[in-house]
Each structure stands twice: as C-alpha cells, then as structure tokens.
C-alpha cells in the first residue's frame, strides 16, 4: 500500500478510535514500523493527528455529552475529568474509604474518581501503591501513608505513568485492595480509551487479592475502545444513585457486589 492509501486507511482508524498504537497500524497496514512512523510525522504536520507514546491520537473528532460538543482529547485529560460530576465522585469516594482496612496494601489507578478515593483515605495506616503523580502529590505529606510511586513514561494529560516499566514494576508486588477507575461499562464488561493505560490496569488486576472499581453513573453503557476485563473480574462496584436499575441487576447477576453512595 502506497502513502495516501495508507494515510486514508489511518484517518479512518482513527474516526473510530480514541488511541491506535504502533503495533495495530503496522498489522492493519501492513506496512514497516519506520514507514508508519513517517506517516505519523506527515499527518501531524497537516494537522490530522496527535502523536503520542506509543502511536496517535485523533485531534479534531468529538462526541457529546449531555448535548454538549466535547473533544475525546478532554475525555483522556485529568483536569477536564475532574470537573464531571464531581459532587457523585466524592461520595463514591466516601463510600469506597469506607471499606478499606488500617495497615492494607492498596493499589490506587490513575483518574479523578479514584483521586477523589486517595483524599478519602488521608490519615489512615496504609501502603498505597500509584501511578498516578495527582494522588501521590496528594498524599505526599501525609505522615501515615507510605506511597510507592510506579515508573514508566508519564503520560501528560492524564497524568499517570505508563509502559512495560510500570508493568515490570507491578508485576514485582502484592496488594489486598486494587482500587481502579474505568471508562465505560456495559454487558460485554470493563473498557477504556487508551492501550496503554489497559496495559498497566491489567497488570493491577493480576496482582491484586480485590478488585473494586469506582465509577459514576454516566461511565455506564458506554463502550470505550479497549476492552480491559469481563464483569466478573471485579469484586466490588461503587457507583451514585443516579445508577440505572438495569445496571445494578447486570453487575449483581455476574456475582459482582454493587454499592451506592
């Protein structure tokens, strides 16, 4: 395949994607690394794309939300997620405190909701484990928290720590509680909107006794791009009233505890 078809092909990927890596764009295209990476170069120098680590990312696409237009660039961004909902996210947050226990190892995921938990959980006897710099910086003055921050490239905008780095380092430890962020939920499971992020997610999940996950009522019947685990894998939910009776009986028909705040 020759460049322009190969730039249309990756237009067309990502108008329905929020994130394509390297890999899925030398598979699809069926095309070297090197030459991928110079079309990358092309489409971002005339504005078609966003690169970052690891592939590309859409720059103009959007999407609505409550019938407002919204980029998917703010739906990956840290500070935009931290104004949705807030109130919701706080008594989740509340709620999620709550069913933690003095002295546990507890793995904190990137995000806002989960940035809400990490306040919640200020001057309690814990082990937190991060990949987040928002909740580490958080609780960096916190006298009874000892906080272990993973490695890995520091994705920007959501602010977190990502790649076969963070991964080596979280396949070293153990936890009691992972507690974790999600970007969609539906009846085929738990999703997310970039590659990396379910890299290290799934990394957390194996290395974690309990899984719960905080999420508030709009993350549901949604599909991000990547799908991260089925239903099943998670222990616990804790959502907001606002959460549809549908969902509810969904996640407690797959054996999965369900808590409102």
């Known amino acids: 395949m020759k460049a322009p078809g190969r730039h249309l092909k990756i237009r067309a990927l990502l108008e329905a994607q929020e994130f394509v ?3 899925t764009l030398c598979r699809e295209l069926e095309a070297s690394e090197s030459s991928v990476r110079r079309d990358l170069v092309q489409l971002e120098s005339e ?3 966003r690169r970052v680590y690891g592939g590309a990312m859409p720059v103009r696409d959007q999407t ?3 019938g407002r237009e919204l980029t998917r660039e703010q739906g990956l961004d840290f500070d935009w997620q931290s104004t949705r909902h807030a109130e919701e996210k706080r008594l989740i947050a509340a709620k999620t405190a709550a069913l933690i226990e003095d002295r546990q190892t507890v793995i904190l995921d990137g995000g806002s909701t ?3 938990v990490a306040q919640a959980l200020r001057n309690r006897s814990l082990h937190v484990i991060t990949n987040s710099l928002p909740i580490a910086l958080a609780l960096d003055d916190d006298r009874q ?8 490239y520091l994705y920007p905008r959501l602010r977190v720590t990502l790649g076969p780095l963070c991964e080596q380092m979280l396949d070293g430890v153990s936890a009691d509680v992972l507690i974790m962020g999600i970007g969609g939920v539906t009846a ?3 999703s997310n909107g970039n590659s990396l992020v379910v890299g290290s997610e799934r ?3 194996e290395v974690a006794r309990k899984v719960i996950i905080v999420a508030d009522h709009s993350k549901f019947g949604r599909n991000a791009m990547i799908h991260l685990a089925p239903l099943e894998m998670a222990d616990c939910v804790v959502s907001d009233a606002g959460l549809a009776e549908e969902y509810r009986e969904l996640l407690r028909g797959r054996g999965v505890e369900v808590l409102l705040a």
């Open 114 to 116: 989960v940035a809400a």
């Open 47 to 49: 504005g078609e794309l």
């Open 21 to 23: 890596d390297i890999e």
């Open 188 to 190: 085929d499971g738990f």
């Open 64 to 66: 609505r939300d409550g």
């Open 203 to 205: 990394k957390m999940i």
């Open 145 to 152: 928290i000892e906080v272990t921050l993973t490695g890995g």
